[in-house]
């Protein structure tokens, strides 16, 4: 299941909401190789704790298959579609894929950064500060987005308030997360 064989690839699938299990029980009744990546929790509700088992990332799953096969699993109610670069499936490298399972294999306490991490370079398309390039830092308040512009030398912190007014240029992975 972890390397290509002739015409097989990894690709990346979108399903319903909340339905990734359910969307890899239709592909595995269908013969499919399938890769759910999940993680377990401690929730805590008012009147108890208990462990739960959940997607890693929310509404995608993996699965390794041929053209003909990927069109089968876009057939399941659970899937929603195959996602696309440049007007063709996504083909995910191999080597990938394998480095993906085997980092989170491990017991490891990991999560998943929804949005725009510290570090990314970001271009301002509304506001005062419109056109802009800026770089996302750490917002000591920890209430919205701080993004760095250096103008002559010296660093002008903004607080941007709607993430949907930037665009991402460039982005560094660091481990630190930068709260929405």
Known sequence: METSVGNKFWFALYTKPRQEFKAELQLKAVGLDVYLPTITRLKQWSDRKKKVTEPLINSYIFIYSSEKERL?????????????????????PDDQMRNFMEFIKEEEDYFVVNGIIKGAKVLIKDGPFIGVIGTIIEDPDGKALAVSIELLNRTVVARIHAVSILEVVSQKQEVNEISN
């Open 72 to 92: 089968l699993a876009l057939e399941q109610d659970a899937v929603i579609r195959c996602v696309f670069d440049c007007g063709r499936p996504a083909k995910i």
